[in-house]
């Protein structure tokens, strides 16, 4: 069981509610299946690219809102989280490993994040999870459309970081209005770490 944390994000200017949600659940049950007491999340500027060989994708989608989260990572860092969270050597950790866990935690984010806005009366439904390799990510600020939100974090431990670019785009922007948006850390079952390796 991993101990408690709050997230250390230093928030530079206020974050539209859909933001706030990804991030401090994708924080939150990142650290939780990860086991690293000193992961961090920061913004990461949209016009940076992300370079990693790797990228965990899943839709959420609903008639008043659609999320696309993507985690981008390289090999080794995961392969160092992974051994953490299993107490192996990192070399003793294969890739189809790190695969089914980053499928696994991509999903577990949607899963929570589909939660969330389920007790605000907002219905989602998710996608099948899926990896890829070849794709790094480039966003132009210039070309973001009404309604549709891009944003870019890292998080980042003393020997890796991983990548989270989500797109929102939010069809009936009135439900957002009066969200009350509701900390992971209450979705998250501290007896129970979930089903990984």
Known sequence: MCPASNNPEDEEQALHPAQELVR???FS???????????????????????????????LHGEPIRFVLKVHYQTLDAKKMVAHR???????????????????????????????LLEQGIITGIGIPFVTKGFDELMFTDVLQDQEIHDSSVLYWDNGKIFLSTVVKIMQPELFENYQYNSADSLIDENEDGEFL
Do not use: W
Request: with cysteine.
């Open 24 to 26: 401090d659940v994708f």
């Open 29 to 59: 049950k990142l650290r939780q299946v990860s086991c690293l007491e000193d992961i961090q999340i920061s913004s990461f500027a949209l016009d940076e690219p992300i370079y990693a060989h790797n990228m965990a994708v899943i839709l």
């Open 86 to 116: 299993s107490s192996q050597p990192v070399d003793s950790i294969s890739d189809q490993i790190v695969k089914d866990f980053m499928r696994e935690t991509i999903n577990v984010v949607a899963g929570s994040i589909k939660l969330n």
